[in-house]
């Protein structure tokens, strides 16, 4: 099974990394382990994920994970200095494992590095290139990774056969005593994965050693190499996962163990089955999915088993101290028990040391008398072992057991004192059995609360946006796809790029409003549609803001509106002439609609006129314009569509990201209209 991405695969899937980040603001970044997520988020293209594993890979993800809801350290201070910063570049650094991200603003920019050959590192440098936090630190050879230390690029390994052509193949290997994948890994900067592509391609075996090789085998590597060159600077032609499918009788669902992740149909991988993708990044987020540990019920479940284990440490401690009161009763009783059966010795002990502390002698005095005593064979004397003077205490050996006693006291009041220590120590048993029994009660709760899964836990993916969805958009009642820019920029772009002969232009009468324009593929649009597209033009332009009931639009056909401005005037970037007769619509209401359409287990939003959403949604809530805050506002529009579904489905909800709900809103606040 591969381990980790090459640095082929690092160089072909860099063009979708750098589509999707450069220009891109970092919202926010997770840490799972060893797995770092960057939320991404462009204004005209809504946000991404960009994963990166130091030692193994860096991709655009899918999966839907559950944030820590404290980061690591080193996650906070990544936080710190590159959120909410742009993306100014994604590079390779040359044909080596190790991809840098330049991110900064107006005053200042870092370099986060990540380096995934070996253990791997991510580290952030500071504006002059210095380590300002590394993953981890290490002193090598050829370069140190300290704090402070200027960061070196690991020395070049190998000839880049990607850029260079001042190198001749049989000259590289001639004095080689290897075979030919080990020969061709360690001479030229590419993986073993990639040298046996090479070999497979040229029809030699990769175990043949480079002393063996034929005048003819040398030529043919030199032809596979050039055709796998000419694969890579193709790029992700066919991007796939290998497979190796070999079904066992014995077990009904079978699942195929997972070989590889390619770019490209290799020749190597020929004989196996193979599952393809539209990006690479999505090939290579398949292949490593995501660990049960980062999905929620995991996380649950984990939470679950933290409290669980707690509860039960106190279990142990309560059954600890129930132990020691019991020992502290028995104590107790036996030390009451053996002051009655010697009452008139012990008698005896405490008034003749008490009568002597009377008369002044020092407690010294008193220990050597004693002593005396037990050299002439005193039988009270023999039976103390030691006097405690601060605590006024004296202990005497009773039947084997050394029992302490308070010279203030008399023989009976000893004894009455231990019998009442015992029963505090049995009452104090009883309260802690009751304890004991509530935590196990919470203990038994806590398991019951987590019902395990019957199935296995099929990882959440954020669903892929169609190409509209960058814009504002609804389908009308009729099914008409009907866009609308998102600022002056947007605009352009929807009205350049994606207006066609056949299609309607719309603009609300009022300053700020989007261009908006419905998709004809072929058969016009009837008076419905044109008076929808009119109150989306309305709606989602200022006068939501302002606070406005309605307003007036019009339409025109796209002969109509030009992007050049007469002669000798000039013409605002996103502006528009109109030409010819605008075709008004009057008194357009203000009125929204937020509605789900429901695809196999997903969930899309989509917002728009209410007449329209509820012919094309499953449900729907209405709002209206208003103070309320628009987090607050996208809250509230979540519960009442939780509320609207039914309770089986309700979770399809939760797995909306709250931006997405947010794009579909008009600027300004709002709220749910009950």
Same mark, same amino acid.
């Given at each position: ?11 072909? &899937? ?12 970092? =919202? ?82 870092? =370099? ?103 005048? $003819? ?104 101290? &129930? ?67 601060? $605590? ?28 009442? $220590? ?112 009119? $109150? ?28 050049? #401005? ?38 899309? #939003? ?69």
């Amino acid at each position: 099974m591969k381990e980790s991405m090459s640095n082929v695969d690092l160089r072909i &899937i860099l063009p979708e990394l750098k589509e999707v980040a450069e220009g891109a603001f970092i =919202k926010n970044i997770y840490q799972y382990g060893d797995v770092f997520v960057l939320k991404l988020y462009r204004p005209s293209g809504g946000t991404s994920q960009l994963l990166i594993q130091p030692g193994s890979r860096a991709h655009l993800t899918e999966f839907r994970r559950v944030a820590p809801r404290v980061p690591p350290k080193f996650c906070a201070v990544l936080r710190k200095y590159l959120r909410d910063r742009r993306i100014h570049s994604v590079t390779q650094h040359e044909l080596d494992r190790i991809l840098v991200l330049e991110v900064g603003d107006e005053e200042k920019s870092y =370099k986060l590095v990540a380096e995934l050959f070996g253990n791997g590192n991510l580290l952030l440098l500071d504006p002059e290139d210095n380590i300002f936090v590394a993953r981890r630190y290490k002193k090598m050879r050829d370069r140190d990774i300290m704090p402070k230390a200027k960061y070196l690029f690991p020395p070049p390994r190998g000839v880049d056969v990607l850029t260079s052509d001042e190198y001749k193949l049989r000259d590289l290997i001639a004095d080689s005593k290897a075979n030919m994948v080990r020969t061709l890994a360690s001479r030229l900067n590419l993986d073993s994965q990639s040298c046996e592509e090479i070999c497979a391609l040229a029809g030699v075996a990769p175990t043949t050693k480079a002393v063996d090789l034929s005048e $003819q085998n040398i030529v043919d590597l030199e032809t596979g190499l050039k055709k796998f060159i000419v694969k890579v600077k193709d790029g992700s032609t066919k991007p796939c996962i290998v497979e190796d499918f070999e079904p066992d009788d014995d077990v009904e669902e079978y699942e195929p163990d997972l070989v590889a992740f390619t770019p490209f149909e290799f020749e190597m991988y020929h004989e196996f089955t193979h599952r393809c993708f539209d990006s690479f990044s999505q090939s290579v987020d398949e292949f490593y999915g995501v660990l049960e540990t980062e999905q929620e019920d995991e996380v649950e479940q984990s939470a679950l088993d933290k409290e669980r284990k707690r509860l039960q440490k106190i279990v142990e401690k309560q059954e600890e101290g &129930i132990s020691r009161l019991a020992k502290k009763a028995e104590k107790g009783k036996r030390k009451g028990e053996l002051v009655y059966n010697h009452f008139q010795t012990v008698q005896e002990v405490l008034e003749t040391v008490s009568s002597t502390r009377a008369n002044g002698l020092s407690w010294s005095e008193i220990m050597r008398i004693i002593e005396e005593g037990k050299k002439k064979g005193n039988p009270s004397a023999l039976l103390i072992t030691r006097i405690v003077p601060s $605590q006024a205490e004296i202990v005497v050996h009773l039947q084997d057991v050394d029992v302490s006693l308070d010279i203030r006291l008399n023989a009976q009041d000893n004894a009455s004192k231990a019998y009442d $220590q015992a029963k505090k120590s049995r009452a104090k048993i009883k309260g802690a059995e009751i304890q004991i029994t509530k935590t196990r009660t919470k203990i038994e709760q806590l398991v019951a609360s987590f019902v395990e899964p019957t199935t296995k836990k099929t990882p959440i993916k954020f669903r892929k946006k169609r190409w509209y969805e960058k814009f504002r958009w609804f389908l009308s009642s009729e099914g008409f796809l009907i866009l609308g820019g998102r600022d002056a920029k947007s605009n352009e772009h929807l009205a350049k790029k994606h207006m066609n002969a056949n299609d309607v232009f719309f603009h609300a009468s009022v300053h700020g409003a989007p261009y908006v324009i419905i998709k004809v593929p072929d058969k016009a649009p009837s008076e419905g549609t044109l008076e929808e597209a009119a $109150q989306f033009a309305v709606t989602f332009s200022r006068a939501w803001q302002d606070g406005l009931s309605g307003g007036d639009a019009f339409w025109l056909s796209p002969e109509q509106v030009s992007f050049s #401005p007469p002669s000798g005037e000039y013409l605002p970037s996103g502006a528009v002439m109109l030409y010819g007769t605008k075709n008004y619509i009057r008194n357009v209401p203000i009125n929204l609609a937020v509605g789900l359409i429901i695809e196999d287990e997903q969930a899309i #939003p989509m917002s728009g006129p209410p007449i329209a959403v509820e012919a094309r949604c499953d449900v729907f809530v209405r709002v209206v314009p208003a103070d309320r805050k628009k987090g607050q506002l996208v809250k509230e529009i979540v519960s009442a569509l939780k509320r609207a579904l039914p309770e089986d489905r309700a979770y399809l909800v939760d797995q909306i990201q709250q931006e997405d709900i947010m794009r579909v809103l008009p600027s300004g606040g709002g709220e749910v209209k009950t």
